[in-house]
């Protein structure tokens, strides 16, 4: 697994807090920018990732996304040369005739130029 939090204060712009247990198990980092807010909580020991978005001043989030067993969770540069966290994750074994392919999801998360998600899917 790699997951250095540097590279999420970097991305996030901001410094996490410690989750509700309040010694470190969880790191959230809270985010609000153009009207929507961000949340990223990570559980580093289990490998598991929440993500959240919400508009502005409303409680009931517009997306919700939990990962768990991430393999990894960093920052990236995409081919436009702008930021983003990557957070990869294994789904499971596909059989593609008579090889087995391994398949992972990836989610990107954006803060500039403004919040936004993109998941997709990938395989060796």
Request: proline share 5%; charged share 25%.
């Amino acid at each position: 697994m790699r997951y250095d939090e540097s590279e999420f204060i970097e991305v996030l712009e901001t410094l996490p807090e410690n989750g509700p247990e309040g010694h470190g198990i969880s790191r959230i980092f809270d985010i609000t920018h153009e009207g929507l807010r961000l949340l990223v909580t990570v559980f580093q020991y289990d490998r598991d990732l929440a993500v959240s978005v919400f508009q502005e001043g409303c409680d009931t989030p517009i997306l919700t996304r939990l990962v768990r067993g991430f393999t990894r969770a960093g920052r990236v540069v995409d081919p436009s040369g702008t930021e983003a966290l990557e957070v990869i994750w294994p789904l499971g074994i596909h059989t593609k005739g008579t090889v087995d392919v391994s398949v992972k999801e990836r989610l990107l998360i954006y803060l500039r130029p403004k919040i936004h998600i993109h998941l997709s899917f990938e395989s060796d």
